[in-house]
T-cell receptor, first 113, second 113 residues
């Protein structure tokens, strides 16, 4: 069973702090990993893609990938109340003779002013 | 560059009716995926089309069907609607779902009375 697991939260952090969101996946052969943000009642929006081990930074966001340990994380620096949302991790996994995007259930983040 | 367009945005139907939802992907994207999302639930994968062929399918009953046209536009149909079909239906497109991220439309909110 192909799985992507995330802590459902809620994760609560004060404004200005670093929020750390984690995701583990079951398919060791996975090669592409994505973080999405979803506000309540809205559709998911892509924050970042990561394909290689290590860190990838984009503004206040840093994605970290460790394929050996099968986890990918998202750090949000200087968290703002507007970052309060559900963060979804998605991983491309083998699905028979093709590949399929498998989604985690998401982590709810609350940034408190 | 225009994003993913879903129509209609809102729809109200009664039990037993059928409904057709439409999705126009980002220009150049050949993969279209459909998801169902109910309050507090994760993304439930319905199916994925690529170059007019269904490439992946989720665990939904046969009442849920879809198709993709030669211009990559996609439709999904739900027949014999049930109260439990009330949800946000999301369409996402990607150039190639294997390694490229998916980009979501705003969704169609379907309410069954």
């Amino acid at each position: 069973q192909k799985e992507v697991e995330q802590n459902s939260g809620p994760l609560s952090v004060p404004e200005g702090a670093i929020a750390s969101l984690n995701c583990t996946y079951s398919d060791r052969g996975s090669q592409s990993f994505f973080w999405y943000r979803q506000y309540s009642g809205k559709s998911p929006e892509l924050i970042m893609s990561i394909y290689s081990n290590g860190d990838k930074e984009d503004g206040r966001f840093t994605a970290q990938l460790n394929k050996a340990s099968q986890y990918v994380s998202l750090l949000i620096r200087d968290s703002q109340p507007s970052d309060s949302a559900t963060y979804l991790c998605a991983v491309n996994m083998d699905a028979g003779n093709n590949r399929k995007l498998i989604w985690g259930l998401g982590t709810s983040l609350a940034v408190n002013p | 560059k225009a994003g993913v367009t879903q129509t209609p945005r809102y729809l109200i139907k009664t039990r037993g009716q059928q409904v057709t939802l439409s999705c126009s992907p980002i220009s150049g994207h050949r993969s279209v995926s459909w998801y169902q999302q109910t309050p507090g639930q994760g993304l439930q994968f319905l199916f994925e089309y690529f170059s007019e062929t269904q490439r992946n399918k989720g665990n939904f009953p046969g009442r849920f069907s879809g198709r993709q046209f030669s211009n990559s536009r996609s439709e999904m149909n739900v027949s014999t609607l049930e109260l439990g079909d009330s949800a946000l239906y999301l369409c996402a497109s990607s150039f190639d779902s294997f390694n490229q991220p998916q980009h979501f439309g705003d969704g169609t909110r379907l309410s069954i009375l």
